[in-house]
């Protein structure tokens, strides 16, 4: 449903199997990279992690203008050291913990709520569980929060933007609005979220 949305604002969509080339990125006004894979979830048993090569492309990239997106997951369902030495780059960390765990279907426990005057996302309500919190220095600046802790960033790196949030939070099964309670609004945040990437590569 992810791509769904980004094609309804009029954006085209396709997926990267291998590193990122600078050939790749040229073509690219938007790279989302989610869930970096650990041993035991990745195809074959071995992860591919990332190199210092990919890392030097994606940050020239979004220094000319690219817009690109971190997603982690929580402790233990995502690999951490290599993908902080990418978003190191831009003053954000990920750090190896799990807040907002959801027991069974108590839902409230997952719950973000977004103040009004986010610079992303309208004030509502959100769910997002098991998330990793994350760190910020300079350029990178705090977004959202779950439990008093931050759990998303923003850092403008050159001509681009780098967001970043310690949660794979948009699948389709918390944003077709058949599983949650109906005063989540993790699809009305989508659109928000996707809208404003897009904006963010009219900017170059």
Not at 76 to 98: M, P, R, T
């Amino acid at each position: 449903m992810l791509g769904e949305i980004f094609q309804k604002q009029g954006a085209e969509i396709s997926s990267l199997k291998t590193a990122p080339s600078k050939k790749d990125l040229k073509n690219a006004n938007i790279y989302i990279i989610v869930d970096a894979d650990i041993d035991k979830e990745a195809y074959g048993g071995k992860a591919n992690l990332i190199d210092p090569t990919s890392i030097k492309n994606l940050t020239d990239w979004v220094k000319k203008g690219g817009v690109l997106v971190l997603m982690s997951n929580d402790n233990g369902n995502s690999e951490f050291e290599y993908f902080n030495k990418l978003a190191g780059e831009f003053g954000i960390h990920f750090n190896d913990d799990s807040y907002n765990r959801v027991q069974k279907r108590e839902f409230e426990q997952g719950k973000v709520m977004v103040p009004a005057g986010n610079e992303i996302f309208s004030e509502q309500k959100l769910y997002m569980k098991e998330v990793a919190t994350i760190s910020v220095k300079n350029p990178a600046k705090e977004l959202l929060s779950a439990e008093g802790k931050n759990i998303g960033a923003i850092a403008k790196f050159g001509k681009g933007t780098v967001f970043a949030l310690g949660d794979p939070w948009c699948y389709n099964e918390y944003i077709d609005g058949k599983k949650l309670p109906a005063d989540f609004t993790n699809y009305q945040g989508t659109e928000e979220w996707v809208k404003w990437l897009l904006k963010q590569t009219s900017k170059k």
